[in-house]
């Protein structure tokens, strides 16, 4: 062996031992039977892998979603269901609950509405520290409440005080004081 040769082999073996092989050309399959393997020309391992030659699925019965398909080679055969669902659609006009149905089959989903699937409006004042947002199409809400620099008093007229101007929020009471 000359020094590229066993140069060349060195790195070979380097990358089988990592599981980078050189894989030679798949066997053919024996009738009634998709497995197939191939040998490694380097360091002679072999690995079988299930090839199964499959025609596009069909439905098998009007009115159900079950799909199946055989593969035209062995016996093996597989189902799964395939729903041709229609476009959500809210339950109710005040619900934001969402359904929808199978254009084939009839089958029912139904999508319970969670916290982002409401149309919220804007936030409404309820005291000076707590606000509530109402969903537009159905009864769901959710509080707000407001950290102590974000207050929404409900001022009464500035009054004179002494040097100052001061107003009182008529829901709680907090003095508001300004120079004049
Ligand atoms: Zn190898
Ligand atoms: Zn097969
Ligand atoms: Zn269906
Ligand atoms: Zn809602
Ligand atoms: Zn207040």
């Not at 159900?64 to 016996?75: A, P």
């Not at 699937?117 to 707590?130: A, F, L, N, Q, T």
């Amino acid at each position: 062996m000359g020094f590229w040769d066993s140069v060349k082999d060195f790195w070979g073996s380097a990358k089988c031992s990592v599981n980078i092989h050189d894989w030679g050309s798949w066997s053919a399959k024996v009738p009634g039977n998709c497995t197939q393997s191939h040998t490694c020309t380097r360091c002679g391992k072999t690995a079988g892998e299930v090839n199964h030659d499959w025609p596009v699925w069909r439905y098998i019965e009007e009115g159900d979603c079950m799909q199946s398909r055989s593969c035209k080679h062995c016996s093996e055969t597989e189902n799964r269901m395939s729903h041709v669902w229609e476009e959500w659609r809210y339950a109710a006009p005040k619900s934001c609950d969402q359904i929808r149905f199978c254009h084939r089959c009839g089958r029912k989903e139904v999508h319970v509405a969670t916290k982002g699937d409401h149309e919220m409006g804007e936030p409404e004042r309820v005291s000076c520290s707590h606000l509530v947002r109402k969903c537009k199409r159905c009864v769901y809400s959710d509080d707000v409440y407001l950290v102590t620099s974000e207050y929404r008093h409900r001022f009464g007229p500035w009054k004179p005080e002494g040097f100052n101007d001061i107003r009182i929020c008529l829901d709680c009471g907090h003095r508001e004081r300004r120079h004049k």
